[in-house]
DNA sequence: CTTTTTTCGATGCGCTTGTATCGGATCATA
DNA sequence: TATGATCCGATACAAGCGCATCGAAAAAAG
């Protein structure tokens, strides 16, 4: 058996350089060199990775995804939530909303990605799959939270998650624009949330 | 004296073409010999009328906040709201609100550009000041129509200004993405309005 | 009708991009 | 240690990009 190395790793560190390079420079940065470059990797092992630039981009989109997950699910450990369906639906709003100036490169990379969804139909499919998961389980977190008496009653779970979902991602693009500031988008996801308890 | 063309109208033209391949496939689609086959000139037309295509994407830019005051101005027009802070306030918040399929387009487009705004410095200055336009606009209503009683007392109106303009990006993305559609945004944004009145 | 100035459409150029190719280095196995 | 499959890094290549150039066409002025 010849050298074996960690593909699974290789395109986390690829799709690393990547994100980093789209938070800087915009779409047009990433080129297959630069992104050698940046993982500390050659152009030959890159394509060895991915057989063409868009599958790279695939999975760079679900990877970015999968990081929110894991950022979630860090806040919902770390806060103690338990199974408090407030506490989890708290946590998660947080969790992808742009707090504090360590969010701004995963937003701007998320706002490039899903510009990028809106005018290409394959990163579509992905973009809209995590966002529909993203609205299932906070539909779901509204409707536990109106039941067990955590959340206002009357409270519609779809339309609550939708709207939630609309606020964090206005947020995010204000907050990049300069209208909004980490702090103010801190204090209006707080409100908002403020505004669902009875 | 030679040959006189409407540079102005011609720059309008192009601009429009470039709004149209970009919602139709994102930025890379939008390439000299793209826009002049879809503006019906020759590239060398597009040449003389921006000296490089940099100078032609701020334009377009621009171009695309002044079709958005021209929506709002014609739906506070058509609705007769006269001088009433609150109904001002209402046309705007909807004319930046994609309310039907017609609205899509430059939805896309205006992703897009806020996109490579987060990206780029020179067309982050546009942005940034159309946006921050847009809130000292709001800003403005809001404040009036607290004092003419129309809205809410004690809302702040810079507050109140982010988190309409924060709702109303958010709904634009969501419609693109597939988790709202322009139906559920039209309501969303009418249960906001709703909730500032008093 | 001739002249002159601007616009037009086309072509060429240098550069960068994503992808394909290939000899040599590398390491588990026999 | 010899072997051979696998990975590496560099280079080659075609395509497409923005931009520069240039002769021909067109129209107002003499």
Redesign the interface.
């Given at each position: 058996m010849p050298k074996q190395v960690d593909h699974k790793a290789r395109r986390r560190q690829i799709a690393e350089a990547v994100t980093a390079l789209?938070?800087?420079?915009?779409?047009e940065?990433a080129t297959l060199r630069e992104i050698a470059a940046r993982a500390g990797v050659s152009m030959g092992a890159v394509q060895r990775c991915f057989s063409t630039k868009e599958e790279m981009m695939v999975f760079v989109h679900e990877h970015l995804g999968e990081l929110a997950t894991a950022q979630i699910e860090g806040r919902i450990a770390a806060s103690g939530a338990g199974d408090d369906p407030v506490a989890i639906l708290t946590e998660t709003v947080r969790g992808i909303t742009p707090l504090t100036a360590e969010d701004l490169p995963w937003t701007?990379a998320w706002?490039?990605f899903?510009?990028?969804?809106?005018?290409?139909p394959r990163l579509?499919a992905v973009?809209?799959e995590a966002?529909?998961g993203l609205?299932r389980l906070l539909s779901v977190l509204v409707r536990a939270g109106v039941d067990a008496g955590g959340l206002r009653a009357g409270l519609d779970p779809e339309?609550t998650a939708?709207?939630l979902?609309?606020?964090?991602?206005?947020?995010g693009?204000?907050v990049?624009?300069?209208?909004?500031t980490v702090a103010?988008?801190r204090?209006?996801v707080e409100r908002a949330l403020a505004a669902l308890r009875p």
């Open positions: 789209i938070s800087e420079g915009g779409l940065a701007r706002l490039v899903a510009a990028q969804a809106a005018t290409d579509a973009q809209r966002n529909r609205f339309t939708r709207d979902l609309a606020l964090t991602d206005g947020l693009v204000q990049l624009v300069g209208v909004h103010t988008a204090e209006s």
